[in-house]
């Protein structure tokens, strides 16, 4: 396959600049503990209530923080020490799961206990998101933006498959709160990197934000996505992907528990056959030659999802739910990553975090509507009506995002 050429050189490789290689071993081990208790959380979820309904409210619940900060922390990200705010974050950070781990141990916990506390995590996530993708603008030439942008996609990813793995062997052999402590210690790395040892030379004036600063801001962005419609559509297309393809996945623990018959450890697994198949998307982003239309390449991973989940929806078989896990996996790493290329290529460097924390909010601050609607409807019409639902509005809406709205063009 021609285009899947090994293109990663010495002289291009992001790897060898030390501030850039502290904050990706540091953004693994915090996203590899996140997945660990991402996991742990909803089976808990789903074992405190047995109900669609529930999980669809915790994860709604758990990621509405980002439906509301996301924008606001765009202007903080355009405008203070970008990494002394992640230090912060990353510091905080570690509260939320150490008593989420000490209530579960103590059996305390209750739904809502959990969802409160995946709340306040959401606060923090909603600043730290965008803020990393940013920040990568500042610790790598530009020349290099491309390439470090991809590893940080490949190492999310990469935890996205650790994580739920070990979940896996923690909920068999050992316990469920053993995730969330996990979890607490996997921030600290983190933190301490980001306080000692990445340096960075640019200065940020610390300044007060007003009503008119973040009027003027709203203002600013809405002036240029007026202008750039392509722009416009990509993050519209980014939110359709999220609430009618990756917010589906709410309903795995439902799939596992009553169509298999299967348990925790089994989900566990089936998250990390996700996790695979994005690894392996990310790399086929990384390790080719460079996406010559962006757009089309952006409709086609819209097909692969879509029948990935088809063939979820239909075929009632164990060894086959692995193998469309998988496509979906594959199909999350060649949409979202590209998108997020797409945008930052073409966006000045003054409106970049807010753009992007624009892409935030359609990656992952609409996905609790779409995890709130499918686990209501699955609870009122089944699983399988409710994805069939999905597919087609998935198909139906970036076909008109993508494929009729404007014709594709070289960026």
């Known amino acids: 396959m021609k285009n899947l050429k090994l293109s990663l050189s010495l002289e291009d490789n992001p790897l060898k600049i030390k501030n850039f290689k502290f904050f990706i071993i540091g953004h693994f081990i915090s996203f590899t503990g996140s997945w660990v208790q991402s996991t742990a959380q909803i089976w808990l979820v789903y074992e405190l209530t047995w109900s669609a309904l529930y999980l669809g409210i915790f994860n709604f619940l758990s990621s509405f923080p980002t439906i509301i900060l996301t924008f606001i922390s765009g202007v903080l990200i355009d405008l203070f020490d970008r990494r002394k705010m992640l230090s912060i974050i990353a510091f905080f950070s570690i509260f939320p799961p150490l008593i989420l781990g ?84 996997s921030f600290i790395p983190f933190f301490i990197f980001l306080t000692f040892f990445i340096k960075t030379q640019k200065q940020v004036e610390i300044k007060k934000i007003g009503r008119e600063e973040i009027k003027r801001s709203y203002k600013e962005v809405y002036n240029f996505l007026k202008k750039e419609k392509k722009i416009l559509n990509v993050i519209f297309s980014v939110a359709n992907f999220t609430v009618f393809g990756a917010a589906a996945m709410i309903l795995l623990p439902i799939i596992v528990h009553k169509i298999y018959g299967k348990g925790g450890k089994e989900f566990a697994f089936l998250s990390s056959v996700l996790g ?42 164990w060894y086959f739910t692995l193998i469309f896990c998988f496509i979906i996996g594959f199909s999350f790493t060649n949409f979202f990553p590209v998108a997020n290329s797409y945008l930052q290529e073409n966006t ?36 399988h009506a409710t994805l069939s639902l999905y597919i087609t509005l998935l198909l139906f809406l970036n076909t008109f995002l993508l494929g009729f709205k404007f014709k594709p063009s070289k960026p």
């Open 102 to 185: 000490i209530l579960t141990q103590f059996k305390l916990i209750t739904f809502w206990q959990v969802t409160f506390l995946a709340f306040l995590s959401g606060c923090f996530s909603a600043i730290d998101t965008p803020l990393r993708q940013v920040f990568i603008s500042e610790i790598v030439p530009m020349r290099f933006l491309t390439k470090a942008l991809s590893f940080q996609a490949l190492s999310f990813h990469t935890a996205r498959m650790l994580g739920p793995f070990f979940a896996g062997v923690i909920i068999s052999y050992g316990t469920l709160y053993q995730c969330f402590y996990i979890n607490a210690l």
């Open 348 to 383: 000045p460097d003054h409106l970049r975090g807010r753009i992007i924390s624009l892409f935030t909010l359609a990656f992952l601050g609409i996905h609790p509507v779409g995890s709130f609607i499918a686990g209501f409807l699955a609870n009122k019409i089944g699983v």
């Open 276 to 317: 695979l198949g994005a690894i392996f998307g990310a790399s086929s982003v990384i390790f080719r030659k460079p996406i010559s239309d962006q757009i089309k390449h952006l409709f086609k991973t819209t097909i692969i999802l879509s029948l990935g989940l088809l063939g979820l929806n239909l075929i009632k078989n």
